[in-house]
């Protein structure tokens, strides 16, 4: 099992992953039948081909991201995180506020996540 540096590791190649805007980079970060939600409400993405699909558009939808772990929380194979991901926008950006939990693998590989937020955490600033 990752210890708990392991953990924060893995969420910080993560975050840094997400920000690259390689969707592929970030559906190789998951287990093969991996799960995905985001938001919670939202179907789940089952599969590193749905998780690469959500986040190839998920960077269509701007100019550039940039996700960041704000803080980390672990236990066991767990990882409970504050995140922050800001989208450039053509006229300003979008940040979106909220809380992921991970579970990963004995390999460090995702086995699930899922993100936390709603309308109530979105900003848009010109």
Do not use: C
């Amino acid at each position: 099992m990752p210890t708990s540096e392991d953990l924060r590791k893995l969420v910080q190649r993560y975050a840094d992953t997400v920000s690259a805007g390689d969707p592929a980079a970030v559906a190789a970060l998951f287990r093969p039948d991996a799960v995905q939600a985001d938001p919670a409400t939202a179907p789940p993405n089952v599969g590193r081909d749905a998780i690469r699909t959500f986040f190839e558009n998920a960077a269509a939808a701007g100019k550039g991201m940039r996700f960041e772990a704000l803080a980390v929380h672990t236990a066991g194979s767990h990882a409970a995180i504050d995140f922050r991901v800001t989208v450039t926008l053509d006229a300003g950006s979008m940040r979106i506020e909220g809380i992921e939990v991970f579970d990963f693998d004995d390999d460090g590989l995702i086995r699930s996540v899922t993100a936390y937020w709603d309308d109530a955490d979105v900003n848009l600033e010109a």
